[in-house]
Every structure is written in C-alpha cells, then in structure tokens.
C-alpha cells in the first residue's frame, strides 16, 4: 500500500469520523429537546415507532389520541426523528397560531398530496400561499355565494328522491352524487352533466389516495415517493393520476370557451361569478399565476376538499341526528315555523337558529377535520418549550372541543351551549371547526350555507332513524378515523322515512 493511498484512506475515515460525530451531536441536540417535552417514554432513535408498527388508516387517530395521554398541555411523541409536537389547549393553539413561523401547512401529511397537486392551496406555503389564496378569494364572497341558494335546494330535494326508504342506507355514496353536483352547478354556468360520472369516480379515487396519504404518514419505509411509486397502492396512484389530469384539462378548456362566449354580457360578468370564473379568467395582478398546471391543480385541490369534508360533515350530521330523535324533531318544528309549505330561501337562514346550534354541536363533538398540522422549520421557543427545528406541530381540535373548562360536561350533546349567552365569555380557540388563523378554511361559508339547505331540505322530507350497527354518540366517537376530514370506521349508515309532503 503507497503512502498516498494511506493517506487517502486516513482522509475518507477522518471525514466519515466528523460527519457521524456531526449527525450524532445533531441527534442528541434534537434528543435533549425532545425529552423536555412532555410526552410517552420514546427510544433512542426508534422514538415511538414501535407504536405504530401495527397501526392502519382505522386506527390512527385513536392511537394518536392514545400517545396524548389525556393530556391538556402540549406534549410530543416521535416516529424516528420525526418529532410530533400536540398542541392542545386554547391559550397555546392561538399563541403557536398567532406566531407567523407556524404560518406553513407541514410536510408530513400534507407534503405527501403533492402527487395529485403540487400547487393547490391546502399544499403551497409561503409567498406562493399567500399569492393564491389573494387570487381565489373573491370566489367565496358573499355576493357570489348567495346566488347558489336555488342549486343547493334543487340538489338537496334530488338527494331526498334518490333516498331508499325503509332500510339500512350508507348515506356516503348519495352524498357524494350532490356534492359532485353542487361542484358542477356552482363552477360550470353552461351544462355540465358530461362530468358527473366521471366526477363521481374522481371521489373514488380521492378517497384511495388520502388512505394511502394517510398509510405512508405513519409507516416510514414508505415515506419515499420512490419506494411507494413501487408498490402495488402507489402504481394504481399514479395510473389514476394521469386519468384525473386529462378529465380536469378537459373542464378547464370548456369552462374557458364559456368564458369567452360570455365574456362581452355584462349580465354574465356582474352576476354569473363563480370560483372558476375568478380561477380561469383572473384580474391583471394575479395572470402570472395563470398557469395550467396551477389550475389544475387548484381544481382538484377545491374539487377534493369541497367534496371530501362536505360529504364527511353531513354524514356525521345525519348519523347523529338518527340517535338524537327529540332534537330532530325539534329542528322540524323550527322549519315548520319560519318556513311553512313554502320552499327554503336565503332570507330563511339566519332564521334558523336552532339548527344552526345543532349543526354546531355536531362538528363540536365529531369534528371533520381532527387535527391539523404546521411546519417548524427552524428552533422555536412557543408554550414555554423549544421547538426543535423541522418538527410537525398538531393543532388538536378534536382534544380542544372536549376540554371541560370550556365545555360543561363535553360528552352530552347539548345544542343550546351555542347560545349567544352562553359563548360570549368562551375562548374563541375553544372551538375551530374551519381552523383559526390565516390558514382558516376559504370555503366555510360555501359549507355552512350548503349544509344549512341540505338539512333544512333533508328533514322537511325525511325522518332519519337510527340503523343497527351504533347505539349512542360515544360510539361514533370511538369508531372514528380520519384520511383528510374524519370518517366512520364501516360506513355511515341509517334508516329514513318518508314525512308528509312539504314544498321543498
């Protein structure tokens, strides 16, 4: 052996020596920090894996409600060096909410969407966030989302006919049929039947893909797109993919020509607005923007979301209000008093205090969207504790609705806790429901205004009876899971029948 290559050789193991001392040090800095967070005892390196070696997209969120321990204060566990920092008290969600360090969506979970969409606004962060969001907000203005209270009633009175009666149902396929509705109706102005179809596998296909989102988050070997695209799950994936792309080039290009044939009526500009308009024919500011691949992706990112939490929230809603017979009945003696035999109108909703109340009681209780989660990209002290750089920081909202110093006894379903009296005085971070903050929900009024027509339609024509499977609300709550919006573990199933006739 030449000196030269001794040399050589001293060099390469010297510099393997520094960059491990370098890793190592690193680790245990990262190490010491974690530790001073309270949380479940973790192993050196492993974290909390072992924990999650057994756990499937049905089980998740009970096993991370398992790792909070109950918990009020923020707490963390770990996934190998993945740090999972829960934050659950009020005061510290609009402390970690408040600090623009937070501002950003996480890159565990949410990173792994960009497979389907790279540039929507659930996924981007940053300038690029801010940007989109500027540009597609006009979309959900009061003005424009007032003129869709005759499509939502329409598509409300399609899903009571579509009802089988006198049998166990999944309301989740029904659902999914009026909400790819309502999507079409309020983002097409010309006929858009063509899609429906297509659209409704779309949902299909969506829900595939959060499963998987939700699979690989916890499984490290398939956190790699790499590795994944080599699975039999990730090579449907991607097939589906380029299936969903060429459907959505498709919409865009005849929502276009529409534009233009209709671009010199003012009629159209003034009063036919709707998010794809504002999305394909933005103001001068916002044209850099404009590209395919951006709308694109912003379709199926407002396709996706639209549709994936509006069918989640009905479905829980319906579920509920099947174990809740007096406060259905309730709601129905509201409707027969501001509404009567006539149909539903706009001036109708802020009327309907009751079952507004209920709805809310009901995202209280079985929240859509359980958790969310942020980017800390760098050493943050926030709640008393420092951060480490690259953690995942929960918002626990699902913990949050529960917490007995705001809620009075958070296990009964009690609608009148939404009282005006009764909230002045409650933490305006003890109840989220859209998220709080800059990254709050765009489309929570599109929902609350969708789902307030749906239920008004839907109990005027329905009673809703409990199937065989669930017994009581705790059920629900311990049969629950979540993929993007929460769901129930096998189906959301009831029974309906018919009331006498009301004018819809």
Known sequence: MTVVTEVMGLAVAFTVVVLLTRLLCSYLHFRKLEMAIPGPPSLFLLGNALEFISVTPDTVLQTLLRMVGGRRELCRFSILNNLIVVVQDPDEISEVVRCKKFDDKSRFFYGLLHIIAKKGLVQLNGPEWKAHRKWLEPGFNEQVLNRFVDIFREEAMGYVDRVEVGKDVDVVENLKKASVRNFLRTSMSADSSEFEDQLIDVCSFIELFLRTVNKRSFNPVLWSDRVFALTPLGKTVHKYKDVVDKLCNRFIKKKQAEIRNFKGDSDYVQSRKTLMDIMLDPPAEAQELVEESAMRDELITFFGANVETTVSTLAWMLKALSLLPDVQEQVCAELDSVIGDRPISLEDLPQLHYLNRVMKEVMRMLPTIPIVARQCYEETKVCGRTIPAGTTVFLNMFAVHRDPRYWDKPEVFDPDRFLPERSKDR??????????????????????????????????????????????????????????????????????????????
């Open 427 to 504: 933490h305006p971070y003890a109840y989220m429901p859209y998220s709080m903050g800059p990254r709050k929900c765009i489309g929570g009024k599109y929902a609350v205004m969708n789902m307030t027509i749906f239920l008004a339609t839907t109990l005027r024509a329905l009673e809703i009876l409990p199937a065989d499977d669930h017994k009581d609300l705790q059920s629900l709550i311990d049969n629950m899971y979540f993929d993007l919006s929460s769901h129930l573990v096998g189906g959301t199933r009831v029974k309906f029948r018919r009331r006498s006739a009301k004018a819809a």
